[in-house]
């Protein structure tokens, strides 16, 4: 959703102030006055959505002195200089120094909303050009740290794309080993919040009353061996993001104080009646089916919709086989340069072999398998063995099937017409089998 862009005013004249105000309200766009170049700094930022309107003469700074400044926050925010009569020599200076534009005294109410406006439809394409581009950085950021050319992982880093910057909490489904702290991690890395606290907390195997202290900290003598303040993860974690492993095990007592921390943003330690207001994204992680969970009384049911707002569901290595040859390849290089190794090379048949595996421990099973492959120890990590079931003829069928459409589809980016002709196989039979697979 594009930004409502505006136009900050400084002004210290009420009456030219008031004036230029009323003009640029009755043409519709949103205008903020003030009366020192001072409070306009308060108010701007890289990136401001809007243009600056700015007299020459102020007190304090005056408009040069802000225009220079402005210049050296953001090169491309627009300023519009507004001069007294006879000030051409300063217009001038001001015009070489960056200006956008300038008005001189006495000028019409109309002439001014004609530059302001062009002004603001340059401003809205710098600002989109720009967030194009962080989005493509965000974008080869994610293909980086969540390899996969598979449709489902594609659909993950789309989801993240589109959710990373928005101030919703998040709820994220998975096996064990599939990547959900990274996801988590690659949440907070582009939500704009990378230079505050990320804190990351397995509610798995703690009992309840070390939880309670870890969530929420504690005060002076809340308890035997409670000799001194402690900041909670949650306080500690505020103006960032909170990461919830293994949410599905926490406890009933302590998914009821959770509950309130969404809803109310506030916690209190234990051993104290003062609320402190917390401000963090929670990313919540989960093995379980929560939905499922809460239908059985084994987890809270209002919790559950709490964090369900935003759901991403990650595939399990089985389910995405095409994307075993790249992510072992890349687990392969990154140990053979932490042991400091040569990389083994990989045969076709070796990757293969690979892609045949259920992989039950996931991309952790995948990247320990890499790890032994670049020290030369331990059975081969392709040949099925102990923790793997073989397949039957038509699982591995079906298998070679789906890698080798989806690779295909990947080769065509998305177009089933091109895909199908490459395959040599009709349309509609590869619409069903793109079904089937669910690789649509």
């Given at each position: 959703?594009?930004?409502?862009?505006?136009?900050?005013?400084?002004?210290?004249?009420?009456?030219?102030?008031?004036?230029?105000?009323?003009?640029?309200?009755?043409?519709?766009?949103?205008?903020?006055?003030?009366?020192?170049?001072?409070?306009?700094?308060?108010?701007?930022?890289?990136?401001?959505?809007?243009?600056?309107?700015?007299?020459?003469?102020?007190?304090?700074?005056?408009?040069?002195?802000?225009?220079?400044?402005?210049?050296?926050?953001?090169?491309?925010?627009?300023?519009?200089?507004?001069?007294?009569?006879?000030?051409?020599?300063?217009?001038?200076?001001?015009?070489?120094?960056?200006?956008?534009?300038?008005?001189?005294?006495?000028?019409?109410?109309?002439?001014?909303?004609?530059?302001?406006?062009?002004?603001?439809?340059?401003?809205?394409?710098?600002?989109?050009?720009?967030?194009?581009?962080?989005?493509?950085?965000?974008?080869?950021?994610?293909?980086?740290?969540?390899?996969?050319?598979?449709?489902?992982?594609?659909?993950?880093?789309?989801?993240?794309?589109?959710?990373?910057?928005?101030?919703?909490?998040?709820?994220?489904?998975?096996?064990?080993?599939?990547?959900?702290?990274?996801?988590?991690?690659?949440?907070?890395d582009l939500s704009g919040a990378r230079q505050e606290n990320y804190v990351a907390l397995n509610c798995g195997g703690m009992a309840d009353n070390l939880l309670d202290s870890e969530l929420f900290g504690h005060e002076p003598g809340a308890f035997t061996g409670a000799q001194k303040r402690r900041i909670g993860k949650i306080e500690y974690a505020s103006g960032g993001t909170l990461f919830l492993d293994e949410v599905e095990s926490m406890p009933m007592n302590m998914q009821i104080k959770l509950l309130r921390v969404l809803q109310e943003r506030v916690i209190e330690r234990l051993g104290s009646n003062q609320l402190v207001p917390v401000s963090c994204r929670v990313v919540a992680a989960s093995k379980e089916d929560l939905k499922l969970l809460s239908d059985q009384g084994k987890f809270r049911a209002d919790l559950y919709y709490r964090l369900n707002v935003v759901r991403i569901e990650l595939p399990p290595l089985r389910e995405r086989r095409e994307d075993i040859p790249a992510l072992y390849d890349e687990f392969l290089l990154q140990a053979a340069k932490r042991y400091n190794r040569p990389p083994p090379a990989l045969t076709s048949d070796y990757l293969r072999r690979l892609m045949a595996q259920d992989w039950p421990g996931n991309i952790r099973e995948l990247r320990n398998a890499a790890d032994c492959h670049a020290l030369g120890i331990g059975r081969d990590a392709a040949t099925p063995g102990v923790g793997n079931t073989p397949q039957s003829l038509t699982e591995a069928v079906d298998n070679y099937e789906r890698v080798l459409i989806a690779n295909e589809l990947a080769k065509h980016d998305g177009n089933i017409a091109r895909t199908s002709e490459a395959l040599k196989v009709a349309r509609t039979t590869l619409h069903d089998k793109l079904k089937k697979y669910g690789l649509i």
């Amino acid at each position: 959703m594009k930004p409502t862009l505006s136009v900050l005013l400084i002004e210290d004249d009420p009456n030219v102030r008031l004036g230029c105000e009323q003009a640029m309200q009755l043409a519709g766009i949103p205008v903020e006055a003030v009366s020192t170049a001072e409070e306009a700094q308060r108010l701007l930022k890289a990136d401001y959505p809007g243009v600056v309107v700015t007299d020459m003469r102020l007190p304090g700074l005056n408009g040069m002195g802000l225009l220079r400044w402005v210049n050296q926050l953001d090169p491309n925010l627009p300023v519009i200089i507004i001069t007294g009569h006879g000030d051409v020599t300063l217009a001038v200076e001001a015009m070489r120094c960056g200006a956008y534009d300038f008005m001189q005294k006495p000028f019409s109410t109309g002439d001014l909303v004609d530059v302001v406006r062009r002004a603001l439809d340059k401003r809205e394409l710098v600002l989109e050009v720009e967030a194009l581009r962080r989005r493509l950085d965000h974008r080869d950021d994610l293909e980086a740290r969540l390899i996969g050319r598979s449709p489902q992982m594609a659909r993950v880093r789309q989801l993240i794309l589109d959710v990373a910057s928005a101030a919703v909490d998040v709820l994220i489904f998975g096996e064990t080993g599939t990547g959900k702290e990274m996801v988590a991690r690659c949440l907070h890395d582009l939500s704009g919040a990378r230079q505050e606290n990320y804190v990351a907390l397995n509610c798995g195997g703690m009992a309840d009353n070390l939880l309670d202290s870890e969530l929420f900290g504690h005060e002076p003598g809340a308890f035997t061996g409670a000799q001194k303040r402690r900041i909670g993860k949650i306080e500690y974690a505020s103006g960032g993001t909170l990461f919830l492993d293994e949410v599905e095990s926490m406890p009933m007592n302590m998914q009821i104080k959770l509950l309130r921390v969404l809803q109310e943003r506030v916690i209190e330690r234990l051993g104290s009646n003062q609320l402190v207001p917390v401000s963090c994204r929670v990313v919540a992680a989960s093995k379980e089916d929560l939905k499922l969970l809460s239908d059985q009384g084994k987890f809270r049911a209002d919790l559950y919709y709490r964090l369900n707002v935003v759901r991403i569901e990650l595939p399990p290595l089985r389910e995405r086989r095409e994307d075993i040859p790249a992510l072992y390849d890349e687990f392969l290089l990154q140990a053979a340069k932490r042991y400091n190794r040569p990389p083994p090379a990989l045969t076709s048949d070796y990757l293969r072999r690979l892609m045949a595996q259920d992989w039950p421990g996931n991309i952790r099973e995948l990247r320990n398998a890499a790890d032994c492959h670049a020290l030369g120890i331990g059975r081969d990590a392709a040949t099925p063995g102990v923790g793997n079931t073989p397949q039957s003829l038509t699982e591995a069928v079906d298998n070679y099937e789906r890698v080798l459409i989806a690779n295909e589809l990947a080769k065509h980016d998305g177009n089933i017409a091109r895909t199908s002709e490459a395959l040599k196989v009709a349309r509609t039979t590869l619409h069903d089998k793109l079904k089937k697979y669910g690789l649509i």
